[in-house]
């Protein structure tokens, strides 16, 4: 166990919705990353927040966006749910640019 | 732009043989690379971390080597068990967005007892 949690473990939506991913990082984290996990394929960023900001962004359009907070915890929205957003999402929690711990993942279908 | 690729895309072996897992990367410039395991539907467990200054790293049975400059990696398991049988992916961190993991698509194991 890497101490990162996330909520909720599956979901269920349909298309055009809109959704919030959450994520509690390990204690003493600071900084926080998103990644798409499709089916049988390997994870793709999304975006990292650092202290509170975006601190690069991988290619995902706009509708998907983010939050860290105070105390390092972080959301992940996605806008106008599209079939294809279908994915395993996985946060990680680190310490700077230090090794990425990861959380086990909130499973998202689009119907 | 940098690519991770690991062939085989799965593998099934016999209880207690070696085997190796092989990645490939287009940049040599990387921060590091890093080796985990995903059991089915779950999270990354990480297995091994290689700075860019390093060759290998062993944990247990595992043992992972870097040679940048011919942008590939392999991670070594040693007599290997029924509960190994996962999904192993590896990943890169770039110099100057160290932030971002760069995943390949991963090689899926079947270890049969």
């Known amino acids: 166990e890497t101490g990162v949690t996330q909520s909720p473990t599956h979901l269920i939506k349909t298309r055009g919705q809109q959704v919030t991913l959450r994520c509690s990082s390990q204690?003493?984290?600071?900084?926080v990353s998103w990644y798409q996990q499709a089916l049988g394929q390997g994870p793709q960023f999304i975006f990292q927040y650092y202290r509170e900001e975006e601190n690069g962004r991988g290619n995902f359009p706009p509708r998907f966006s983010g939050l860290q907070f105070p105390n390092y915890s972080s959301e992940l929205n996605v806008n106008a749910l599209e079939l294809d957003d279908s994915a395993l999402y996985l946060c990680a929690s680190s310490f700077q640019t230090d090794t990425q711990y990861f959380g086990p993942g909130t499973r998202l279908t689009v119907l | 732009k940098q690519e991770v690729t690991q062939i085989p895309a799965a593998l099934s072996v016999p209880e207690g043989e070696n085997l190796v897992l092989n990645c490939s990367f287009t940049d040599s410039a990387i921060y590091n690379l890093q080796w985990f395991r995903q059991d089915p539907g779950k999270g990354l467990t990480s297995l091994l971390l290689i700075q860019s200054s390093q060759r290998e790293q062993t944990s247990g049975r595992l043992n992972a080597s870097l040679d940048k400059s011919s942008g590939r990696s392999t991670l070594y398991i040693a007599a290997s068990q029924p509960g190994d049988s996962a999904t192993y992916l590896c990943a890169v961190s770039i110099p100057g967005n160290t932030g971002k993991l760069i995943f390949g698509q991963g090689t899926t194991l079947q270890v049969k007892p």
């Open positions: 204690s003493g984290h600071n900084t």
